[in-house]
């Protein structure tokens, strides 16, 4: 069975350029996440969907990363404009839901100078 | 403020031994994980124990739930140097997403 896949693996990003960050779920999975993570703050969520549906916006991350989930089979993560401290690992995973273990993708490295 | 988080930062054994790595939390949950992460992958579930749980087993690893106390423990016997990793707890407090610790850093010494 294929995992979550992630895509590019690593973004170089100028200040203020918009990034688009991709994950395709495992199929039939019914609960999406994005992460982000580094090695200060740890896991922070970013978005979270159920059924396509966004039930988690992410607080403070709601200004410049917007997620969307066009159909079950994938998912975007928009960052803009990008800034410096956007610099991170960006996870997605995926879940059937209730509880559910969580799959991780391998993740995307993003620097941004 | 993190709702769940590991006790210590880092610990390093020499392969053989038995380690423990400790996790409190502040509200009430349903359900903990525990997540390992090697470098340059994303986490992988190791076990999941719910509330009404107090320990699980997954070979070599057995993780405890206090619910009284609010703590949790996962417990790695004769470990190997791929056990290298960063061990996570993750906690579900009823709304299905998880809060993840901040992790702690097991080094495994041949």
């Known amino acids: 069975d294929a995992g979550v896949t992630q895509t590019p693996r690593h973004e170089v990003a100028e200040k203020g350029q918009t990034i688009i960050l991709k994950c395709e779920p495992v199929s039939g999975h019914n609960d999406l996440f994005w992460y982000r993570q580094t090695k200060i703050q740890g896991l922070e969520l970013l978005s979270y969907?159920?059924?396509?549906?966004?039930?988690?916006d992410g607080g403070a991350f709601k200004d410049r990363f917007k997620a969307e989930m066009l159909n079950s089979s994938f998912s975007t993560l928009k960052i803009q404009p990008t800034e410096p401290k956007d610099s991170a690992v960006y996870l997605c995973a995926s879940s059937p839901g209730n509880q559910d273990t969580q799959y991780f993708g391998p993740g995307t490295r993003l620097l941004v100078l | 403020s993190q709702l769940a988080e590991e006790n210590s930062w880092a610990l390093s054994v020499h392969e053989g031994e038995s380690v423990t790595v400790n996790c409190s939390y502040k509200?009430?949950?349903?359900?903990l994980q525990w997540y390992r992460q090697k470098s340059g992958k994303g986490p992988a579930q190791l076990i999941l124990?719910?509330?009404?749980?107090r320990e699980k087993r997954n070979g070599r690893l057995r993780a405890t739930l206090d619910t009284s106390s609010q703590s949790s423990s996962l417990s790695i016997t004769a470990t190997r140097c791929e056990d290298t990793a960063v061990y996570f707890c993750a906690t579900d407090t009823g709304n299905y997403k998880y809060v993840f610790g901040a992790g702690t850093r097991l080094k495994v010494i041949a």
């Open positions: 969907f159920r059924s396509k549906s966004l039930m988690e």
């Open positions: 124990i719910r509330s009404n749980e």
């Open positions: 509200t009430s949950i349903t359900a």
